[in-house]
């Protein structure tokens, strides 16, 4: 079970591991999505087009996505 400051010490431990995408440098947020904490790339949020993304090949797989914690369990 994570208590309140579990899910702050990994909030803040994920942060400073990865303050910045691995592929484009933007900073990284963090966001809810399926009961679960994701530490993403904050342009994940605004997305360009799939043909725009093709041209310039920036495919949304390759910028950083993890997991930090699951509220389920919360």
């Given at each position: 079970?994570?208590?309140?400051?579990?899910?702050?010490?990994?909030?803040e431990?994920?942060?400073?591991?990865?303050?910045?995408?691995?592929?484009?440098?933007?900073?990284?947020?963090?966001?809810?999505r399926?009961?679960?904490?994701?530490?993403?790339?904050?342009?994940?949020?605004?997305?360009?087009?799939?043909?725009?993304?093709?041209?310039?090949?920036?495919?949304?797989?390759?910028?950083?996505?993890?997991?930090i914690?699951?509220?389920?369990?919360?």
């Amino acid at each position: 079970m994570n208590t309140n400051q579990d899910i702050l010490e990994r909030i803040e431990d994920a942060h400073r591991f990865a303050p910045f995408c691995d592929q484009c440098g933007s900073p990284t947020v963090v966001v809810e999505r399926d009961d679960a904490l994701w530490l993403e790339c904050s342009s994940l949020a605004h997305r360009p087009g799939r043909l725009r993304s093709l041209l310039t090949l920036s495919f949304a797989s390759v910028h950083t996505s993890r997991t930090i914690a699951d509220l389920r369990a919360a």
